[in-house]
């Protein structure tokens, strides 16, 4: 928890909440213990939504579908999207899901590594949203920046690993200094790049919203 839990709890309280459909997939998804955004997250889209309108996104990490089919159902503009997802078991929980969001044509699932399959996707997008392994985000990026259209927005989510960001590498346990390194590298490089406005929100788990300049 970055932000205190009374004042998270204080915020979502004042959630309207999605569609009975959403509700029942992201019922389903805590039940089956597979990740989805928080519900912080899944409000700062909605508002993002609302305001930029992008006519085409693109996703890394669709995992069961739930963030993409609610960008689907929150974007006032039609739109096209994207998603991309490596994890062979959440594949046909995904394809379920947006078929039966009548989604299906709106919605691309692209299977597979990320790394190998961005270098073919062709044109650029008005935003991306990045929800995948966050050892691999600073190595997507060459590919994301190229994609990303001049005024478009990428937002990568989980970029604070609930505060663990702040401590020194040899605070954090073995098995996780591979990504700790990585993480901050990839918050040090969109907070520097020169072709990019960005900021870190304590917003979830920590959101970094980047903006590519015109």
């Keep these: 928890m970055i932000t205190e839990e009374r004042l998270v709890t204080y915020i979502n309280s004042l959630d309207t909440g999605n569609t009975a459909f959403l509700e029942r997939i992201e019922q389903e998804a805590e039940r089956d213990f597979v990740p989805v955004i928080r519900r ?3 409000q700062f889209l909605k508002f993002f939504l609302a305001v930029h309108r992008p006519e085409r996104i693109l996703e890394i990490g669709t995992a069961v579908g739930f963030s993409a089919l609610l960008m689907a159902e929150y974007n006032p503009v039609s739109c096209e999207i994207t998603t991309i ?3 062979a078991k959440r594949i046909p929980a995904a394809r379920a899901n947006f078929k039966a969001a009548g ?3 709106q919605i691309t699932l692209l299977e ?3 790394a190998e399959l961005l270098p073919a996707v062709e044109g650029t ?3 991306i949203f990045l929800d995948a392994a966050k050892g691999q985000y600073i190595s997507f990026l060459p590919e994301l920046l190229r994609l990303l259209a001049a005024g478009g927005v990428l937002v990568a989510d989980n970029v604070l690993k609930e505060g663990e960001i702040l401590e020194s590498r040899f605070a954090v346990t073995r098995r996780n200094r591979t ?3 990585r993480m901050r590298q990839y918050l040090y490089e969109v907070t520097h790049h020169k072709d990019l406005v960005s900021t870190v929100l304590p917003v979830g ?5 980047s903006y590519k300049k015109s």
């Design 40 to 42: 912080e997250t899944q």
């Design 85 to 87: 997802e490596n994890y």
């Design 112 to 114: 597979g590594d990320a």
């Design 205 to 209: 788990d920590g959101l970094a919203v």
């Design 103 to 105: 989604r299906e044509r």
């Design 125 to 127: 997008f008005r935003f």
């Design 179 to 181: 990504i700790h390194k």
